[in-house]
């Protein structure tokens, strides 16, 4: 009988970000499709130029004004798909503070074809994400780059582990400035139980967040993955 | 409580969740002295409150108590002991079923993996904006305590406010239904403007001297905020309580609460009387789980008023039929009969906005309103309608300063408050402004008329002429096609003056 009624009425695809009905039955489109004209106008996807390391949007530098002025002895390179404008911001604090977890899906799916466009050319052997200490885990239910992590790890078939844990809980780097931020997240981050030096020798891992500002977090992470002997740490997120 | 059974999860826990077996702590070192006398501060700080754990411990952190985890699970722990104090799970797992918000929709109950208890675990869809509920946390319901509160604060007010004769005759039939009816609800059917507000602030003043705890919800921020900025100014400070959401004072306590009605979700058995203002506005309308929260929210067999001005037919089914008394007060607290609205057909006015082309009667009610300083507010069915007017509207004459509001603008507040001030002379709005609003010199245009319902339009009309010294607003619906509820609207304003002019309230 379902299947009777859904033929003749099919699923109307609605926005994921305002759940408004949209046009057409776009019910399995590409996140980027499925967003109605209103919230498309608050979304503004990153395309190239880009910095270099940082994978903001550019006017014609190779590297953005903080990449440079940054002390980085390594190589590092993080992708994003969409600048982080007030909209953006509400749609990560709905899915990571309010706890609405299935917006996963639209956001992975996403980041998953900026993965294969901008990444696509090496051969990863893991994927980690950052980690949460463990009180936050607890009143929060669920870490969501985790999330991310793992439906990604499982559209390219490559393993996600979680090679990383924080030592220290710290405060939400929502609530600090640049300064601190740098300061703070050092010494934060540590390898797991998982992360042999036999297992990362010689490895390539893309790290997996939900938004990249200073970078702080991710670098930390990425410089502590090199140090034990990977050979290429990046990082792919959400929102920059 | 609608068909809520309380579960009484006793202490030594076969309930499936770490959070609750901190209940189970060892209390240690504290002194018992010291653990039953913070145990009764929080049982104060707490009373008829329904909240997760983690709202519990913002409560206790806005009150500035800043006690160690333990001892604060320890003193929770001796409540529970008491029975003071009750654990339910947030969300059932086998019905299915969230006890926070109590939704009917079994769609909003998803299944998720939980990090905090390793396990296969439900959430809530429909509350999760008011923090996660989740299968494996427990929803504490604290009984009600009686708070003791000085009585001679309140007389000087009742003295303020002046009632007309109509207002006067309401408020006795009112206070004998507080009184002596033995039904529970009763209907205050008032015309927009006719001074709801005052009649029932005349009517509470002696149950707040009494003692009572009583709750004022409206469906709207915008409408609740105006309210209790009107209310302190006539109430002692520190009796009337504002909660909606960014309010600063979220967990404070007074004997007055004017709350959204999504706030009173974090209330259980506490109100001694309710108020339900514009009971037929956007969420409450057809949502049985807010009204289930509303009488939740109560001490069982309290008296409810359902205030509004735009009755739902079932409401008034229930009154003929004589289940539920009515109160109906037909007329402006200024005698004058209510404005009726004049209808003009126009075709294709999207077209024409975009080809630049004059609209008549929209180019009369610009200079109307420039003419007789006054403000114009413009209604449309869409917020992507909005940027369209505001386009034409400049076309149309320089003086013109408006803005367009929105439920999705971050700004509304300020942007109505400029209207306020008069920095502004036209605004362009969606439903957002409809009801709840006094703005002094108002004129009123409604476009695509034919998109609202008639309740809606009685509203937006009855927006104008609202001060006794500025009679010249007018109200226009311009529409594509004419439709059963705007005809209706006309016939129910004139319906309702001539009751007026019957019962000889007309000046």
Not at chain 1, 81 to 110: M, T
Not at chain 2, 332 to 361: S, T
Not at chain 2, 389 to 412: E, H, N, P, Q, W
Request: charged fraction near 20%.
């Amino acid at each position: 009988m379902r299947e009777a009624i859904s033929f003749f009425f099919p699923k109307r695809a609605v926005c994921w970000v305002c759940t408004r009905v949209l046009a057409g039955y776009l019910v399995n489109a590409a996140p980027w499709m499925r967003i109605c004209s209103y919230c498309a106008n608050h979304f503004r996807a990153i395309k190239a130029p880009l910095c270099f390391s940082c994978g903001s949007m550019l006017r014609g530098n190779k590297q953005c004004g903080g990449c440079l002025a940054r002390e980085q002895s390594f190589y590092f390179q993080n992708r994003s798909c969409v600048c982080y404008s007030n909209l953006v911001k509400r749609v990560v604090q709905l899915y990571k503070y309010k706890g609405k977890e299935d917006l996963f899906i639209p956001l992975a799916s996403w980041m998953l074809s900026v993965l294969l466009s901008e990444f696509g050319q090496f051969s990863w052997d893991f994927l980690t994400w950052v980690p949460m200490d463990s009180y936050r885990l607890q009143e929060r239910g669920f870490n969501q780059a985790r999330m991310l992590a793992l439906y990604l790890g499982q559209a390219i078939k490559k393993p996600a582990k979680g090679f990383l844990v924080r030592k220290k809980p710290s405060l939400p780097q929502s609530l600090l400035k640049r300064k601190k931020r740098l300061l703070i997240s050092k010494g934060v981050f540590a390898l797991s139980e998982y992360a042999n030096p036999d297992v990362l020798q010689g490895k390539k891992i893309i790290i997996v967040d939900d938004v990249y500002t200073t970078g702080a977090t991710l670098i930390s992470c990425a410089s502590l993955l090199l140090e034990s002997g990977s050979k290429q740490v990046c990082s792919i997120t959400f929102a920059r | 409580m609608q068909k809520l059974k309380v579960q009484r999860v006793t202490c030594s826990l076969s309930y499936p969740s770490k959070l609750a077996t901190v209940f189970a702590q060892d209390a240690g070192s504290i002194s018992w002295t010291h653990l039953s006398k913070r145990s009764k501060l929080y049982q104060q700080l707490l009373s008829g409150r329904l909240l997760l754990f983690s709202e519990v411990l913002a409560c206790l952190a806005a009150h500035k108590v800043c006690d160690a985890l333990k001892l604060i699970t320890a003193g929770l722990q001796l409540l529970i002991l008491r029975e003071e104090l009750y654990l339910v799970p947030a969300i059932d797992n086998n019905s299915k079923k969230c006890n926070r918000c109590l939704t009917f929709d079994s769609k909003s109950i998803c299944a998720i993996k939980c990090a905090a208890c390793n396990d296969e675990c439900y959430m809530c869809l429909g509350c999760f904006m008011m923090g996660r509920a989740r299968s494996c946390l427990p929803l504490l319901v604290f009984k009600t305590l009686e708070v003791p509160i000085s009585k001679n604060m309140l007389m000087p007010i009742a003295r303020k406010i002046k009632l007309t004769n109509p207002q006067a005759q309401i408020v006795d039939k009112l206070n004998n239904f507080i009184n002596t009816t033995k039904k529970q609800e009763l209907l205050f059917f008032a015309v927009t403007g006719a001074g709801k507000t005052e009649v029932i602030l005349t009517v509470i003043v002696p149950l707040l001297a009494k003692g009572l705890k009583i709750l004022w919800v409206a469906p709207q921020k915008e409408v609740v905020s105006g309210l209790y900025h009107y209310l302190t100014t006539v109430l002692p400070k520190g009796l009337v309580l504002l909660l909606c959401a960014g309010s600063k004072d979220l967990w404070q306590r007074a004997l007055l609460v004017v709350a959204t009605v999504q706030q009173v979700l974090r209330y259980a058995s506490y109100f001694d009387f309710l108020i339900i203002d514009e009971a037929d506005a956007f969420p409450l309308n057809n949502n049985l789980a807010m009204w289930s929260w509303l009488k939740r929210a109560a001490i069982p067999h309290t008296k409810r008023l359902v205030v509004t001005a735009t009755p739902l037919p079932s409401w008034l089914k229930n009154v003929f039929r004589g289940e539920m008394p009515a109160v109906f007060l037909p007329v402006r607290y200024h005698g004058q009969p209510l404005p009726l609205p004049k209808i003009f057909y126009v075709p294709r006015i999207r077209n024409k906005l975009i080809a630049g082309e004059e609209i008549q009667v929209f180019k009369e009610f610009c200079a109307r309103v420039i003419a007789t300083k006054g403000e114009g507010l413009i209604f449309v069915p869409r917020q992507e309608l909005i940027p369209l007017i505001l386009y034409a509207l400049k076309a149309y004459a320089t003086c013109i300063k408006a803005t367009g509001v929105s439920a999705s603008d971050i700004a509304r507040s300020t942007k109505v408050a400029k209207l306020y001030k008069g920095k502004l002379n036209f605004m362009v709005t969606t439903t957002l402004l409809e009801r709840g609003v006094t703005f002094p010199r108002c004129h009123v245009l409604v476009m695509w008329a034919e998109y609202f319902t008639h309740r809606a339009l009685i509203q937006m009309a009855g927006r104008v002429r609202r001060k006794h010294s500025y009679q010249l607003g007018q109200v226009f619906f311009l529409t594509e096609r004419i439709t059963k509820d705007q005809v209706k609207v006309i016939k129910e304003l004139t319906l309702l003056n001539k009751q007026a002019r019957k019962a000889g309230f007309l000046k």
